[in-house]
């Protein structure tokens, strides 16, 4: 006995009977339309990427000061309602030097991925980014980094509002 059959009992169908037309199929496809809310903490940091602005949340219990926000602190549970503006500068805690495309295929020129721990922010606390303006091999962990926003005008309230972090000078 199969372990399908063990697990699920019934009928198996095989697939050529299927195809054979000896089974009754009914084909439906459905758009399907749906929206939904960031929430109140994402919802204030797009607004303020919007502006130019990073904001975070501060923990009453703990004192973390969490990058992105967050409406409760995951490490004592408490709800937070109180916001801190943070600097848009930040220091590398991790990166990748990637030659993959999010489709698979290959790369000429590499992008690099970075963990950005915020200034402001509690230690680890951060997003994750593409850097530019740095040649790969000269990228490292600990390196100063600075949000480059796009100008006012193309701003949409998204994460790609900062195009990239770049070197401090």
């Known amino acids: 006995m199969s372990s399908k059959i063990r697990d699920y ?32 903490a994402i919802s204030r940091f797009l607004d303020g ?33 109180k916001w801190v503006r943070v600097k848009d500068t930040g220091t590398v805690n991790t990166f990748s030097i990637s030659y993959v495309n999010n489709d698979a295929s290959r790369r000429k020129k590499p992008i690099i991925v970075a963990v950005i721990d915020i200034d402001g922010a509690s230690p680890g606390m951060g997003i994750l980014h593409i850097m530019g303006g740095v040649d ?4 490292h962990v600990g390196m100063k980094v600075e949000a480059v926003w796009k100008p006012k005008a193309e701003r949409a309230g998204a994460i790609t509002d900062i195009t990239h972090f770049r070197p401090r000078v």
């Open 9 to 40: 009992p019934g009928t198996e169908v095989d697939p050529k009977e299927l195809q054979a037309g000896k089974f009754l199929t009914t084909r439906y496809e459905t758009v399907l339309r749906y929206s939904w809310t960031s929430g109140v």
């Open 136 to 139: 790969p091999q000269k990228v």
């Open 49 to 81: 990427l919007k502006e130019g602005e990073l904001w975070a949340t501060k923990c009453d219990r703990c004192g973390r000061v969490l990058v992105p926000p967050r409406a409760y602190c995951e490490e004592d549970f408490a709800p937070i309602d």
